[in-house]
């Protein structure tokens, strides 16, 4: 079955920069799409079709593609954006959705 | 504004079925499909199912092939979420999502089922 793998963990001083890759095959075909979820809440959307942001979402959260390799770029970091984040897209026929296995983001 | 209101938590013994329901409200139900996901304690997010509100078309990830089943009322703007044979690594939170090309751009609070003998 289709996998996107992730690190599991990234650390950051406040005011740096995070990014957070996702690899799979079916990557330059098929859409990526980022969640944020913060303990004991549902995830949250903050990136759709590889680099869009949807309303409300602030700037400096950013997403980019380069082959099998998505990547989530969180701009200043501060302490609110402690939180485990998700890649998701679909296989290669767009029939099956698939989840990484998260990041954790530790703001240091 | 988009809602998606679950059903409250179950606790069902091994072997059990659960129903969880999911309630839209704040847009036309029928223009976008929802989704199943699950997230077991302290684990990542796995997708269950998915089914068009439209027609009634499903479509299920092969690890719950004929354990779960998604139906819908378009009365009353409700999609359920049925899963059989419980066992105990089945014990999570289940999420419906709203899905489109925007990816799940709205979820529902989630329902914690537990299964406990």
């Known amino acids: 079955s289709y996998e996107l793998t992730q690190p599991p963990s990234v650390s950051v001083s406040p005011g740096q920069t995070a990014r957070i890759t996702c690899s799979g095959d079916a990557l330059p075909k098929q859409s990526a799409y980022w969640y944020q979820q913060k303990t004991g809440q549902a995830p949250v959307l903050i990136i759709y079709k590889d680099t869009e942001r949807p309303s409300g979402i602030p700037e400096r959260i950013s997403g980019s593609s380069s082959g099998t390799i998505v990547t989530l770029t969180i701009s200043g970091v501060q302490a609110e954006d402690e939180a485990d984040y998700y890649c998701q897209s679909t296989d290669s026929s767009g029939s099956y959705w698939v989840f990484g296995g998260g990041t954790k983001l530790t703001v240091l | 504004q988009v809602q998606l209101v679950q059903s409250g938590a179950e606790v069902k013994k091994p072997g059990a079925s659960v129903k969880v329901s999911c309630k839209a409200s704040g847009y036309t139900f029928t223009n976008y499909y929802i989704h199943w996901l699950r997230q077991s304690p302290g684990q990542g997010l796995e997708w269950m199912a998915i089914i068009n509100p439209s027609g009634g078309s499903t479509r299920y990830a092969q690890k719950f092939q004929g354990r779960v089943a998604m139906t819908r009322d378009t009365s009353t703007s409700t999609v359920y979420m049925d899963l059989s044979s419980l066992r105990s690594e089945d014990t999570a939170v289940y999420y419906c999502?709203?899905?489109?090309?925007?990816?799940?751009?709205?979820w529902g609070q989630g329902t914690l089922v537990t299964v406990s003998s």
């Open positions: 999502a709203r899905g489109g090309t925007s990816g799940f751009d709205f």
